[in-house]
């Protein structure tokens, strides 16, 4: 079975300052896909960024991106110049891209709350 | 486009009572997840339907089951409601696909469940 981790319940950063958020996988499976989700305290679950796992190149969605090491299963988000608005809990998604697979539903992470302190 | 919603927002039950819970998905969308957060135990998946058809169901007991309709609404059923039952609990959807280009899921903004 799938399994993310989070090993970082709590995060703070300063404003403008970046900050780079843990999580490590476990899978057998050679086709999937991972993301990053932000929940702010309104609950409203938002997808921040998505990482194919067959390429090779770590995904960017302007002041977020990832780094994708598929051998050592660590897909951690680093978010430069941090708002307030991103202070949310941010949670590491995995989902199978196999025939057969849970392709149907994500499996989470635990969860980090980020904290930005003006 | 609307997004997912979902009703109601908030709920209060007894225990031994049972909840029916609603999704409408984006439209279009032919896949519906139904997902449980806790602060215990995370986020947790409950079970996904497609064209009307449970496609995947997650590890939890019978007492949780969901339907959904032509249109691609789903309902959530919880019966026999324990206090552990309280949660957010929340709906997703997304094209249905199986191919790589419709794996993003839109979630709706939950529904707070609690079971006194």
């Known amino acids: 079975a799938q399994t993310v981790t989070q090993s970082q319940p709590e995060m703070s950063v300063q404003e403008a300052e970046t900050v780079t958020l843990s999580c490590t996988y476990d899978t057998s499976e050679s086709d999937y896909y991972l993301f990053w989700y932000k929940q702010p305290p309104s609950r409203q679950m938002i997808l921040v960024i998505r990482?194919?796992?067959?390429?090779?190149q770590n995904a960017t969605e302007n002041r977020f991106s990832v780094n994708f090491q598929k051998a050592a299963k660590s897909f951690s988000l680093k978010i430069s110049d941090s708002q307030l608005g991103d202070a949310a809990m941010y949670f590491c998604?995995?989902?199978?891209?196999?025939?057969?697979?849970?392709?149907?539903?994500?499996?989470f992470g635990k969860g980090t709350k980020l904290s930005v302190k003006p | 486009k609307a997004g997912v919603t979902q009703t109601p927002r908030y709920l209060i039950k007894t225990r031994g009572q049972q909840v029916t819970l609603s999704c409408s998905p984006i439209?279009?969308?032919?896949?519906v997840s139904w997902y449980q957060q806790t602060p215990g135990q995370g986020l947790q998946f409950l079970f996904e339907y497609f064209s009307e058809t449970q496609r995947n169901k997650g590890n939890f007991p019978g007492r949780f089951s969901g339907r959904q309709f032509s249109n691609s609404r789903s309902e959530m059923n919880v019966s026999t409601l324990e206090l552990g039952d309280s949660a957010l609990y929340l709906c997703a959807s997304n094209e249905g696909l199986r191919d790589s280009s419709s794996y993003e899921q839109y979630f709706g903004p939950g529904t707070r469940l609690t079971v006194t």
């Open positions: 439209s279009g969308h032919r896949s």
């Open positions: 990482q194919e796992a067959y390429k090779q």
């Open positions: 998604a995995y989902r199978s891209g196999e025939v057969g697979g849970s392709q149907g539903n994500l499996i």
